[in-house]
């Protein structure tokens, strides 16, 4: 049985939608943007939030008490690569600095249609190259583990920037965390793309062709995950992405990544954003939080052998 | 799906509509267009001026909304630019946004001191690259009220570089805008054979029984391509303060710019969106689709 809270949270985002007059049918994006507002939800008490630019990008680094800032977690929000911010996200930010113990560096990247692809992916790469060279706290020197991670096209954000890290002979995280991932938008493939003429009116305003949307940082189930680091993926079945996250972690597996897969009952699309409130949200950061901890000290294990 | 087409060499004008060929001069240079109206209507008329896509004359898709608007109660202008169709000028063909945007703002002069137009209630519809024209001369001229747009094209010059293949492409096409021949270099606009046309195979003006008429120059000036690949079609977007309509679907040419210019603009902006089965070219002929987007015209400019 679900919380009674989940109720709550999909009222919230029905009210939300309402009073922006987003339309059934077609995606205007400045209802879109309204429908997304500040979040109100609490932080946890004693947050440091410091806004930042990362290597030209604006970024927030989000110290959480009790997070050790050697550990940085580079996080991308969600809304479809047109909407959303460190406004709609910031405690989602602050509670997964204070689960996982880890600074996060939250990156404010470009948004479409203004910005269209691949500007925000540079934006999210620009903002990891950052976190590998200098740590959260602005100091020089590298931080000893660094994560990304990303709910819906966010996750597609996490993704692309290992693909460039891997491309330009970088690094890679530790690990990616995906949260209900955005993660095919090929519109022959994608459940979320056949479901509404509005999804595919608004993926068609990320990318100032159509053949972009099958370009592999675009839409990363086309990617060759081969050499990722481990994964750790959560959806849920009211997910209206869990399909392309289903098989998106099966397309990591097969490519030999070690992922980590949870299909929450009855959760909705990133419900980890209704942090602190429900609890189900909570849940879903404390085991990310101790996912993180299990690959790093797995890491260790490795090192020490 | 494509459904019924509007024929532009024989579809009759519709029913209660009267036209008036009209002459009118644009810094120096005479431009003529038709004054569509609905009949026995009583003056002083609501007024629209209608512009249609690039390369385009006033017999194609902005004389098919003007008629439209016409029976929908609105004196109703198209016109051909300067350079262009029947209207005088030189050199010709050439698709220029500024001068483009100069001859909207003349129409707009024009019709404000005609006797049976009402000067408060001159409005503007732009279809595909008029559009960005259109949206300048609204927010800067004071004589036009209201900036209804139909399957909008609005490059920036970022977007600009995307369609054409490439910064070293549209470079390549400036360069040749330059040449000392650039005014002597007349392109063919649009060809189903010849590959060296602007719009190779491009539906509507390629066909016939729709764009491909005999009042259509069908030419391009090679001068055209430093204006137009320059033009800033966004840049309106901060300064237009007036309502501004959007009828589109997710399946024009642009959607990401159309997008960009809602997004941009603080101007009170509607939006009316058809399925996605329409495409950019069925807003210039589809008789469903130019009904349904003459009628949220006609209703955007009565309220």
Not at chain 1, 268 to 294: D, M, S
Not at chain 2, 77 to 106: C, H, M, N, Q
């Amino acid at each position: 049985m679900p919380s009674r809270e989940l109720e709550w949270a999909k009222q919230t985002i029905a009210s939300d939608r309402e009073l922006a007059g987003v339309s059934a049918t077609h995606y205007d994006i400045r209802a879109a943007r309204a429908s997304l507002p500040e979040s109100r939800l609490p932080l946890p008490e004693g947050t440091e939030i410091r806004q930042i630019v990362a290597n030209d990008v604006t970024a927030y680094r989000v110290i959480a008490p009790g997070a050790d800032v050697k550990r940085v977690i580079v996080y991308f929000h969600g809304g479809g690569f047109l909407v959303g911010g460190f406004h709609s996200h910031r405690p989602l930010a602050a509670w997964l600095s204070h689960k996982a113990g880890a600074a996060v560096l939250f990156a404010e990247y470009r948004l479409a249609p203004e910005h269209r692809f691949p500007a925000g992916v540079d934006d999210c790469f620009a903002v990891y190259r950052y976190a590998l060279e200098h740590g959260p706290d602005g100091m020089e020197g590298e931080p000893e583990s660094v994560f990304v991670g990303g709910d819906s096209a966010g996750g597609a954000m996490a993704v692309s920037t290992i693909l460039k890290a891997r491309e330009a002979g970088l690094r890679v995280p530790k690990g990616a965390i995906i949260l209900c991932g955005m993660l095919d938008l090929d519109e022959e493939t994608s459940r979320f793309l056949q479901l509404t003429q509005r999804s595919r009116d608004g993926v068609r305003m990320y990318v100032s062709q159509l053949k972009d949307l099958r370009n592999p940082l675009a839409s990363p189930i086309l990617a060759d995950l081969s050499g990722f680091p481990p994964m750790l993926i959560q959806t849920g079945t009211a997910d209206y992405c869990a399909d392309e996250n289903e098989r998106f972690a099966e397309k990591a597996m097969s490519a030999g990544v070690e992922v980590d897969f949870e299909n929450w009952p009855e959760m909705i699309h990133v419900w980890q954003r209704f942090a602190p409130k429900l609890p189900e949200a909570v849940e879903a950061l404390e085991r990310i939080g101790a996912w993180t901890r299990l690959i790093e000290s797995r890491a260790e294990n490795t090192a020490a052998a | 799906m494509s459904g019924t087409r509007i024929n532009l060499q024989n579809s009759p004008r519709p029913e209660g509509v009267i036209e008036r060929t009209v002459t009118f001069e644009s810094h120096g240079v005479q431009l003529r267009g038709v004054l569509y109206a609905p009949e026995n209507a009583s003056p002083p008329l609501p007024a629209v001026i209608v512009t249609g896509a690039w390369t385009s004359v006033k017999e194609q898709m902005a004389g098919t909304y003007a008629r439209e608007l016409a029976a929908r109660g609105y004196a109703s202008l198209a016109f051909d630019f300067r350079g262009w169709g029947e209207s005088d000028g030189s050199p010709r063909y050439v698709e220029d946004p500024v001068t483009k945007t100069e001859d909207i703002r003349a129409a707009a002069a024009f019709l404000a001191s005609l006797d049976d137009i009402d000067p408060a209630r001159i409005a503007s519809l732009g279809v595909c690259a008029s559009s960005g024209y259109m949206a300048v001369a609204v927010a800067d001229d004071e004589k036009l009220n209201k900036l209804a747009l139909v399957a909008p094209w609005l490059h920036d010059l970022e977007m600009a570089e995307t369609i054409y293949g490439g910064a070293d492409v549209t470079a390549g096409l400036i360069a040749s805008s330059e040449a000392l021949n650039a005014e002597d270099t007349v392109l063919i606009a649009a060809s189903q054979k010849d590959k060296s046309a602007v719009m190779y195979q491009a539906p509507y003006y390629t066909e016939t029984d729709r764009g491909l008429i005999a009042s259509y120059d069908n030419k391009f000036s090679a001068l055209s391509w430093k204006s137009w690949l320059n033009y800033d079609a966004q840049a309106s977007a901060d300064r237009l303060k007036k309502p501004a309509l959007l009828v589109g679907s997710p399946s024009i040419a642009l959607p990401a710019d159309a997008a960009a210019y809602e997004a941009r603009t603080r101007a009170p902006l509607q939006k009316v969106w058809l399925d996605e089965d329409v495409t950019q070219f069925d807003f210039y002929d589809r008789a469903d689709v130019v009904t349904k987007s003459a009628d949220a015209v006609a209703q955007f400019l009565s309220g």
